[in-house]
């Protein structure tokens, strides 16, 4: 680590371990649980990806800050001792520094202190998953600048199956939390219990996600290369690998919030009603349940539809771009290339801005929706107009769609139900010299993280 990484991360150690003099009251607090995500969105903007890691870090240490200091029951201290202490565990891994072993560390200061206002916990968690994305798309972003283009041929052939085992994993750890969580509130276990397994879960997504995030990049840069040689099926297949993970990482992204949503809440006296409500239905829930998606697609094949069917089409993503024709609605438009073929194909999604949301040129992109011979988003030329999941109606018959569900305030993996899933991408804010920019962190700038904290409808 740099000089500066170690001062701030030695800042970071003081506030999760011992407080700090500038924090030493509720105000302090808040006011750095607001000023710091908003620090980490100027950072994205000028792509400044040290600067976003380091903030990306101090944030969830705040956040971690604000459990310590503003979480006022002896539950979290004398009932989770194993669990506080693994989050400390965890949070060493950002540090690059040994965790507390002795009664100093977040496990005890768990219990003391002030509760937060009203909100408060809401803004803690703004912190903590604002802190996650950032350290992600920093991973991502300085780890892809390291990348040699000379080298990326290589890495189907030789890294591929290493890269779906880390994808794999990830998957697996993620789904045994959520499956864990699920269990205790169907069997009623305590709800000590299920805080437990919740934050656990957190942890281990922020331990994971960001070992996630480096090899994405390298993904990327070989689906470009492997795109250049002509090597269209080879660069489709590491590209379906690469969406899996971005979609793995979204998901994670919102279940790090849920999980940390149902574990405050639950050692709240007055708990929100929908996290009541998810612990009261899991036991008339199946955990799972299976996505609407359209019928398999290859895009030569589009042209021989009628129009109106009900298709999932993949390919590349090479134009991507947000407009309000005629000044009505807004409306997002991609185009995806087969490159085996050639075929190229555009999609339309209404009310959506798919650029804000990071989906870059060089993307793999999956999507349903219905094809249209003469779609109004395109200027009647033909094309799919992109599927809006029902994610309430799917909440009711999923405990895992509820579950990340509730996190939708702070992160949404189908952003207002887009059915789409797409790989990262990098980010690079517009210069004088390009007249548009490439914003695969685009949400990390473009979300209001405090507008839905204060509307709490959807």
């Not at 040290?50 to 009932?79: C, D, H, K, N, W």
């Not at 899991?282 to 290859?298: E, R, S």
């Not at 949301?357 to 992109?365: E, I, R």
């Not at 007249?435 to 962190?441: F, I, R």
Request: glycine residues 8%; contains cysteine; aromatic residues 6%.
């Amino acid at each position: 680590m740099t000089q500066q990484q170690t001062a701030i991360a030695t800042r970071i150690a003081d506030l999760r371990l011992t407080g700090s003099p500038g924090l030493s009251c509720t105000a302090s607090l808040l006011r750095e649980l607001l000023d710091t995500p908003a620090a980490l969105r100027e950072a994205v903007n000028a792509s400044d990806w040290p600067l976003t890691e380091l903030l990306g870090i101090r944030s969830m240490g705040l956040g971690y800050a604000a459990l310590r200091v503003f979480q006022g029951t002896e539950r979290m201290a004398t009932r989770r001792q194993r669990t506080a202490r693994e989050i400390d565990d965890d949070l060493a891994v950002y540090l690059d520094q040994p965790a507390r072993t002795d009664d100093h560390g977040l496990a005890a200061g768990l219990g003391r202190g002030d509760h937060l206002p009203p909100h408060g916990h809401d803004v803690a968690i703004v912190s903590l998953s604002r802190g996650l994305l950032g350290v992600v798309h920093a991973a991502f972003n300085l780890t892809l600048r390291s990348v040699q283009p000379e080298s990326a041929a290589h890495f189907h052939t030789e890294t591929t199956n290493a890269f779906q085992r880390i994808v794999e994993e990830v998957e697996t750890l993620i789904r045994a939390g959520q499956l864990r969580i699920y269990h205790r509130m169907t069997s009623r276990a305590p709800t000590d219990d299920v805080v437990e397994e919740a934050c656990a879960l957190a942890g281990i997504i922020e331990q994971s996600l960001p070992r996630l995030a480096r090899p994405q990049a390298k993904v990327f840069v070989a689906m470009q290369r492997l795109r250049e040689e002509g090597k269209g099926g080879a660069a489709e297949n590491l590209g379906r690998l690469a969406m899996r993970a971005g979609a793995l990482t979204r998901e994670a992204t919102a279940a790090h919030a849920a999980s940390y949503r149902i574990a405050l809440n639950l050692l709240r006296d007055e708990p929100d009603a929908d996290v009541l409500e998810l612990y009261d239905k899991a036991a008339g829930l199946a955990f799972d349940t299976k996505l609407p998606n359209g019928k398999d697609t290859q895009l030569p094949h589009l042209g021989r539809l009628e129009g109106g069917e009900f298709v999932e089409v993949e390919g590349f993503a090479t134009r991507v771009e947000a407009i309000r024709p005629g000044g009505s609605g807004l409306v997002s438009r991609i185009e995806l290339l087969d490159p085996s073929s050639q075929t190229r194909a555009s999609a339309a999604a209404l009310f959506m801005h798919l650029p804000h949301l990071g989906v870059t040129d060089g993307a793999f992109c999956r999507l349903s929706g219905i094809f249209r011979k003469n779609s109004a988003l395109l200027d009647d030329s033909p094309g799919i107009e992109v599927d809006r999941l029902s994610l309430a109606d799917l909440s009711d018959r999923s405990w895992r769609i509820a579950f990340l569900r509730s996190a939708r305030r702070w992160y949404q993996p189908w952003r207002n139900g887009l059915n789409m899933h797409w790989s990262l991408g990098p980010h690079q804010s517009a210069e004088p010299s390009r007249q548009t920019s490439v914003e695969g962190a685009g949400e990390l700038i473009y979300l209001d993280f405090m507008k839905d904290l204060i509307d709490r409808g959807e």
